[in-house]
Nanobody, 115 residues
C-alpha cells in the first residue's frame, strides 16, 4: 500500500510559477512511474507530466515547454515546477504513482491562478 501526500499549490498570480511536490510512503518494493494530473471544474482529468524511474519524462501538450517534472528515487518524491501560469491552469492537481503493479492517487491539491 502506498500513500501519496502532495504539497504546494494554493493561490498563484497569472504569469507566476508554482512548485508542487509529492512524497510516497508505505509498504512497497519500489516506486515505478510517477506523475501529475489535473482536473478543472467540468473537465476530465488530464496528464500534466509523468516521469519514469529512469527519469524519462512526458508532458501534456498544454504545459509542454513551461513545466519540469523531476524525482528523487531515494526519497520517493516527485516534483513539478510550472511557469507562465494562466487561468487555464486552475485545477486540482493530483499525484500518481505506480508500485507493485498497482496505481495510487494522492488526495489532490488545489491550484488557483488569479488574474
Amino acid at each position: 500500500q502506498v500513500q501519496l501526500v502532495e504539497s504546494g499549490g494554493g493561490l498563484v498570480q497569472a504569469g507566476g510559477s508554482l512548485s508542487l511536490s509529492c512524497a510516497a510512503s508505505g509498504r512497497f518494493s519500489r516506486i515505478d512511474d510517477m506523475g501529475w494530473y489535473r482536473q478543472a471544474p467540468g473537465k476530465q482529468r488530464e496528464l500534466v507530466a509523468s516521469i519514469t524511474r529512469g527519469a524519462r519524462t512526458n508532458y501534456g501538450e498544454s504545459v509542454k515547454g513551461r513545466s519540469t517534472i523531476s524525482r528523487d528515487n531515494i526519497k520517493n518524491v516527485v516534483y513539478l515546477k510550472m511557469n507562465s501560469l494562466s487561468s487555464e491552469d486552475t485545477a486540482v492537481y493530483y499525484c500518481n504513482a505506480g508500485a507493485d503493479k498497482r496505481f495510487y492517487w494522492g488526495q489532490g491539491t488545489q491550484v488557483t491562478v488569479s488574474s
